[in-house]
């Protein structure tokens, strides 16, 4: 992500220049430290002669997830005055002002770092909005097509979304899809809708450096993305999460696919022998009935009624659901595939599809449906994924309706 700064050039702006620039600090982890540091300078101004906001444990752990993890966030408090205590290296601490004069002068320091942090907190969150959308017309450079539907089916509200990325990570040759069905409401899915990718892109981008695997960074997006629900306090809604990353290794064209929940994938290739496609499961579904999920949600302290987490939650595994940790749990299944030539195409979709299309089904009608498209049609991807969400709700689907189509 490119920040725009456009610093007056006082030392406070400077700073979050330096602050929201670094590209050690994830973007939505800076924000989150600007708000921090906004909680404790407003204390500070409602409040100028109560001595508990004018000092500060580095080491406090909520301080060091919020704050003093990112770089040069503690540099903040030091602008506007913080110093080290002298009797305790653990903690800075903001001076006691010696007369009015000085209290005076300390409170317009602070106002104008207020009005600074809040300028650039607007500006930051603006650049973190924006969702990637690619429209129909789209020429795609990772992928041969891809094409997407989305419906709210027979559900009053929406809480599924999706993200299609092409050229992701700054690699033309790197292409991410993700789907996402939300539950409890949207808080969770569109937080996450907005940060999944970008924190992935970010945590790829540092750990390159490191040599380490796409697998690993997968699984620390995945993590990071849900301790970032948390901090913002979403805790009772949840989302399930299906990726799809295509990536080039060592000469192979590799896809790699993570799921948390019940949102799969299915790979479809031909096969020589039957003549006719075969659907290849890439997600797994994690379900309170499966056994191996069972004991895991015993070994984490939980239970199993009615087939459901804790008697509440009928997915074993998503982002957020905080009430529920760690019964529920973040960490992802993934899985490597190194395409070939009999690899036709991947369907990544929410369970309002499958839970009435098994994954023959459904490899099978998109398979006709891209057979069935016309050379000069536009995105037959895209036709075939409205063409499956059609076919869903004509099977009476209760749910919400996403898939997406990537042909190969």
């Given at each position: 992500m490119s920040v725009s700064t456009g610093a007056t050039g006082t030392p406070i702006d400077l700073l979050l220049d330096d602050l929201a620039g670094s590209r050690d600090n994830n973007p939505f982890d800076v924000i989150e430290a600007i708000d921090t540091a906004l909680v404790m300078v407003n204390a500070i101004i409602d409040a100028p002669g109560d001595h508990r906001f004018r000092r500060i444990r580095l080491s406090n752990?909520?301080?060091?997830?919020?704050?003093?993890?990112?770089?040069?966030?503690?540099?903040?408090?030091?602008?506007?005055?913080?110093?080290?205590?002298a009797s305790d290296s653990d903690f800075i601490v903001l001076p006691p002002d010696s007369d009015d004069a000085g209290r005076s002068q300390t409170l317009t320091s602070v106002r104008q770092a207020r009005l600074a942090m809040i300028k650039r907190r607007k500006q930051l969150a603006l650049q973190t909005d924006g969702i990637p959308r690619l429209s129909d017309t789209h020429t795609w450079v990772s992928v041969r097509q891809a094409g997407l539907a989305h419906s709210v089916g027979r559900r009053p509200a929406n809480e599924d979304d999706y993200v299609m990325v092409d050229g992701f990570a700054g690699d033309p040759r790197c292409g991410l899809f993700c789907v996402y069905d939300g539950h409890g409401g949207r808080e969770a899915v569109d937080f996450v809708v907005r940060s999944f990718h970008e924190n992935l892109s970010w945590i790829m981008s540092r750990r390159r450096k490191q040599d380490a695997t796409t697998p690993s960074c997968i699984e620390a997006a995945y993590l990071y993305t849900d301790?970032?629900?948390?901090?913002?306090?979403?805790?009772?809604?949840?989302?399930?999460?299906?990726?799809?990353?295509?990536?080039?290794?060592?000469?192979?064209?590799?896809?790699?696919?993570?799921?948390?929940?019940?949102?799969?994938?299915?790979?479809?290739?031909?096969?020589?022998t039957s003549n006719r496609?075969?659907?290849?499961?890439?997600?797994?579904?994690?379900?309170?009935?499966?056994?191996?999920?069972?004991?895991?949600?015993?070994?984490?302290?939980?239970?199993?009624?009615?087939?459901?987490?804790?008697?509440?939650?009928?997915?074993?595994?998503?982002?957020?659901?905080?009430?529920?940790?760690?019964?529920?749990?973040?960490?992802?299944?993934?899985?490597?595939?190194?395409?070939?030539?009999?690899?036709r195409f991947v369907i990544a979709a929410c369970d309002g599809i499958w839970d009435v299309m098994t994954d023959?089904?459904?490899?099978?009608?998109?398979?006709?449906?891209?057979?069935?498209?016309?050379?000069t049609e536009g995105n037959p991807a895209g036709r075939a994924a409205s063409a499956l969400v059609t076919r869903a709700f004509e099977k009476q689907s209760m749910d919400n309706l996403t898939a997406i189509v990537i042909t190969l």
């Open positions: 752990l909520n301080f060091h997830e919020r704050l003093g993890h990112v770089k040069h966030g503690v540099d903040l408090f030091r602008r506007i005055g913080f110093q080290p205590d301790a970032q629900l948390r901090r913002r306090s979403i805790l009772e809604s949840g989302v399930t999460v299906a990726t799809v990353l295509f990536v080039d290794e060592g000469g192979d064209r590799v896809l790699y696919s993570a799921n948390a929940g019940d949102t799969r994938a299915v790979l479809a290739s031909w096969d020589a496609v075969v659907s290849k499961r890439l997600s797994m579904d994690h379900k309170p009935s499966l056994a191996s999920e069972v004991a895991r949600v015993k070994d984490a302290g939980g239970f199993i009624a009615g087939n459901r987490v804790n008697g509440v939650l009928a997915v074993s595994r998503a982002l957020g659901d905080h009430v529920l940790k760690p019964s529920v749990s973040a960490v992802p299944h993934i899985t490597r595939h190194v395409l070939t030539g009999d690899d023959d089904d459904a490899a099978l009608f998109v398979n006709d449906q891209l057979a069935a498209a016309a050379p």
